[in-house]
């Protein structure tokens, strides 16, 4: 166990729809960032958090956003879905120091049809 | 830049060692790490090296790393049939505010 949650654990969608994705963080963990598992591949990074401001962006467009809560939670929202968002996201915190290791969550699974 | 690269599969057998390799092309990693993903799982964090030793062990796992090759492996002694799963080499560049740069994953199949 990480002590990161993710909801849901999985998610239908259509083309053009949006969605809000959930993590809650290890209490004290103040930096989330959330990745994109494409099927048969490693993640790849969309963006971090740090104390409810982002501070890092992948290659993602800015249709993928997302909020940091003060209670160790947070939220990923994708807008106008397409079908090649179908895939794993998975969040993941770390402590404050910039060199500590990062723990996942479990990830939720979203398909776009 | 960054790119992280594996070999797609491994089979073993039941008992025998596993050696699973990555390449890495960013010299100014800090932190490299090995994460297990089973079906329909998150990432499971094994274990991860600092870019200024060679090598670290904890029990079943021996992490070598050759940075003039920019080569990481990690060992798995006495593989078992639980060890079945992708495993994910990754990078933590410190240049990246320690963002971690995945490869696509070695799928392990430990047969018996």
């Known amino acids: 166990e990480t002590g990161v949650t993710q909801s849901p654990t999985h998610l239908i969608k259509t083309r053009g729809q949006q969605v809000t994705l959930r993590c809650s963080s290890q209490?004290?963990?103040?930096?989330v960032s959330w990745y994109q598992q494409a099927l048969g591949q490693g993640p790849q990074f969309i963006f971090q958090y740090y104390r409810e401001e982002e501070n890092g962006r992948g290659n993602f467009p800015p249709r993928f956003s997302g909020l940091q809560f003060p209670n160790y939670s947070s939220e990923l929202n994708v807008n106008a879905l397409e079908l090649d968002d179908s895939a794993l996201y998975l969040c993941?915190?770390?402590?404050?120091?910039?060199?500590?290791?990062?723990?996942f969550g479990p990830g939720t699974r979203l398909l776009v049809l | 830049g960054e790119d992280v690269e594996q070999s797609l599969f491994l089979s073993v057998r039941e008992g025998d060692s596993s050696v699973i390799n990555c390449t890495y092309t960013d010299s100014s990693s800090t932190y490299l790490y090995w994460y297990k993903q089973e079906p329909g799982a998150g990432l499971q964090l094994l274990t991860y090296?600092?870019?200024?030793?060679d090598m670290k062990q904890d029990q079943r796992l021996t992490v070598l790393l050759n940075k003039k090759d920019k080569h990481l492996s990690l060992r798995i002694a006495d593989t078992q049939t639980g060890d079945s799963a992708i495993y994910f080499c990754a990078e933590s560049l410190r240049s990246n505010d320690y963002k971690l740069s995945f490869g696509a994953g070695t799928t392990v199949t430990v047969r018996a």
């Open positions: 090296i600092f870019s200024n030793m």
């Open positions: 993941a915190s770390r402590g404050d120091l910039l060199r500590e290791t990062q723990y």
């Open positions: 209490s004290g963990h103040n930096t």
